[in-house]
């Protein structure tokens, strides 16, 4: 995914506001942001996966999963809580969260070769019973609601990234988030193309702040950055 990273400039009112003021405003589009896009990657991988049973891409590697996991774990999360993976792809992370015996999970993605590919992927493992299904999250209709968690990795990266309306879909997206989720509900979102001030400032009304998972760091130029960032938040009015 592009990294079109900036500095954070600030900004106090951002998902809300008329005039979207986040700091992200100048931002690199890109094809990765497109229906089409996706829609033929995930072709490909369901072809592959019929072919040899190959997932495919896992985003982040398996520790992005890992780290979310260990922290819902450390959290106690129920395992009768409501999951939703925002933009699940081959639903790699639903199978990960049915392995450590969450029994409450639906997966979206508004990519139709996504939903077959990870529908095959969950029967392949014997888990008929998670929810995938074909939902735009911009473009919901509110059928989206009562959640315990949403998960997002790399899709609001992909929403962001959208050439036709990537300002308005992120605001879109914190507006359906916010519908989505229970009060209280926790939000976990791994992002590749934001940083953490800037994930704090989209997601500053409606969200409080819990906790940045830790993720591997690199040295640059006498700096030290990184090059996912994990956070957590909650849902509060
Ligand atoms: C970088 S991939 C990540 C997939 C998956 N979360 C993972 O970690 O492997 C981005 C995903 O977001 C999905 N996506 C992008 N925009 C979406 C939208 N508006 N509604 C639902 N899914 C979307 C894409 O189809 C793709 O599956």
């Not at 969950?122 to 968690?149: I, M, R």
Request: a negative charge; charged letters at 30%; glycine letters at 10%.
């Amino acid at each position: 995914m592009a990294d079109a990273r900036r500095d954070s400039r600030g900004c106090g009112n951002c998902s809300d506001s008329e005039e979207d003021k986040c700091s992200d405003d100048d931002f690199e589009t890109s094809k990765l942001g497109t229906k089409e896009y996706w829609e033929e990657a995930y072709q490909k991988e369901l072809e592959s996966f019929k072919d040899i049973g190959d997932v495919g891409e896992i985003w982040f590697g398996e520790e992005s999963m890992n780290r979310v996991l260990r922290w819902m774990q450390k959290a106690k999360i129920p395992e009768d809580a409501a999951i939703l993976d925002i933009g699940t792809g081959n639903g790699a992370f639903l199978v990960e969260l049915a392995k450590h015996g969450y029994r409450n999970l639906t997966g979206i993605d508004y990519s139709p070769a996504s939903v077959e590919l990870a529908r095959n992927v969950l029967q392949a493992e014997g888990l008929s019973d998670v929810t995938v299904k074909e939902t735009d999250f911009l473009n919901c209709g509110g059928e989206l609601a009562g959640f315990d968690v949403c998960i997002d990795k790399g899709t609001f990266d992909a929403i962001s990234l959208n050439p036709d309306n990537n300002k308005e879909g992120k605001k879109l997206y914190v507006h359906t988030l916010k519908d989505a989720l229970k009060d209280s509900g926790i939000f976990a979102i791994t992002s590749c193309n934001w940083t953490k001030e800037q994930l704090l400032e989209r997601f500053c009304e409606g969200f409080e702040f819990v906790q940045e998972l830790p993720t591997p760091s690199f040295q640059f130029g006498g700096k030290t950055g990184n090059s996912v960032a994990a956070l957590i938040f909650k849902r509060v009015h």
